[in-house]
Structures are given as structure tokens and as C-alpha cells.
């Protein structure tokens, strides 16, 4: 607290705003003006404590803010790697639903080219039998040798018409059949490509597990400070020395439920409350600083008018 009054009026003998008792010392020349010189040494001692607090603060925010700014960065990163991530395993997930729907397609395909086929077989093997059965059919009327029963008279114009008929039918099984073989062939081939063992489904559903698409359904995330704990545990030696090769950190998939990445925005969260924090504590030093400093300016103000060598000039 200052020990002096305020000034009323210019005007007015100065030492009507003085204490009739400024203090138990005793006072020299003008008792404002004394006080007032005792006064400006502590507040410009507060002034200068206050100014170095606040240019402490100020630098402590400005490095913390720094440090968030790279934070934020390499947190945004693996945030970002992780969306990446999710739309990857969707792309999988939706890849592997198409995926049985068409192995569920070529195995039904399957199984109707081997019934097509089946009846093809049938097919032709009831026409081996009526060709049989018409060439001993010929063989018998031309043993005949009747008359009515000449080539292209009668009823004979009939048979040799349904013979060509047959030879007609017989000519297309070799092109048929082959072509059902190669259909058969090509549809076996697309669901080894696609569904058996080594084919594209089970490709896609190797990388759906690499990628941990499925989560960690029922786990806590673990709450241990360090980021990897059992880091030891991940390192791989090389078959052909014994270094060891850390790489760290060593992100697993899901990224969201990785120890390292709920450490790094853990922290993240943590640092930028503590800039809220700094930067209220910041404004706070520098009000504190600029009142000292409006009050210092006053009172050198106040000195100067009352001070006894201008009066003497």
C-alpha cells in the first residue's frame, strides 16, 4: 500500500494531500514528495520482478506452443494413417463380400456346366445308339432287295432323311463337347483363382488379418505410461549377425488401439491444456506487469510535478 493520498488539485497547497504524520521518520522538504520517492523504488523493483515474470512466462508458452505445434504434427500424422487404415480394411471387408458372392456364383457355375455336360454326354450316347440301331436298320432293307424299298422312293426318302438328319447331329459333338470342356475349364480355373487355398479371397483375407481389421473387440487399451513396454519382445535378429534391429516406435494395427498411439494423444491433450493454463497465466503476469508499470509512470509522473529542484528553477 502507498503511504500517500491522492493528489485533489493542482491548484491547492501541496501539502494538504500529505499525512499530517507521514511515518516515525523525519520528513525532509516536501513529505509527498519524499514518500513518493520511497514508493517508486518498491514499485519499480515490483515493475522490473513483474516484467521478468512475465517475459519468463511468455518465453515458457512460446516453447510450449512450439513443442504442441510438432506434437500436434506427428499425432495428426498417425491419425491420418489410421483413417487410411480403416478405409483400407473397409475396402477389404467390402472386397471380401464381393468376393463370395462371386465364388458362390462360380461354384453354382461349376455345377451346372458338369450337369450340362452330363446330359451332353447322355445326349450323344443315345445318338450313338439310334445311329446303331439306323445302320442296321439300312444294312437289313438293303439285304431285302425289295423293289418298293429303293434308295429315294417312298418311305425309303423318309429313312435316308432322318439318317442325314443323325450324321448332322453327330458332326456337332466334337465342337460341343469342347466347347463345354473349355467352359468347364475356365470356370474350374476362376474359382482356384479366387476361392481355394491361395487364391485371391484367401489373399485378401491374409492382408484383413495382417491389417488387425477386425479390432481388439472386448480389450482395454492398455494404460501403462510407456508407450511400448514390451518392446524387447518385437525385435527380429538377422540370420546373419547377431545386431539387433529396433525400430521404435512399432506401431500395430488397429493404429487407434496401439499403446504408442494413445500415449501420443494422451500427451497431445495433456500439453494443450497445459498452453490454455500458460496462457492464462501469461495474461495474468503481463496485467500484473502493465498495472506496476502504469503505476511507476504515475508516480514518476507526480515526482516530477512536486519535485522542490523545478520549484527552485
Known sequence: MLVYDKICNID?????CCHKNPGTETPGGDCCYDAWVKDLVQVTADWKQANADAQNKETEYNLTVEELERLKGWWADWEATDEKADALCRQ?????????????????????????????EDLYIRVDKLKASYDRLIQCI???????LAPGVGIMKCIENY?????????????????????LELAYGMHLSICEDYGLKEVILYWKKKFNCGGTCGE?????PNPYPQQQSKIEHSGYAKECCCLEPRISL???????FIHLENDYKKLKNEVVQLKKDLDAAKEKRDALLSCKQSLEKAIEEVNPANKCK
Open 12 to 16: 491547492r497547497d501541496i501539502f494538504d
Open 92 to 120: 477389404l471387408e467390402l472386397f471380401t463380400l464381393h468376393l463370395g458372392k462371386v465364388c458362390m456364383v462360380t461354384e453354382k457355375t461349376n455345377d451346372a456346366i458338369e450337369i450340362l455336360f452330363c446330359m451332353t
Open 142 to 148: 438293303q439285304c431285302l432287295k425289295r423293289p418298293e
Open 163 to 183: 439318317g442325314a438328319k443323325l450324321d448332322a447331329v453327330i458332326l456337332t459333338r466334337d465342337v460341343l463337347i469342347t466347347q463345354i470342356v473349355t467352359a
Open 220 to 224: 482395454q487399451p492398455n494404460s501403462n
Open 254 to 260: 488397429p493404429i487407434d488401439e496401439d499403446e504408442y
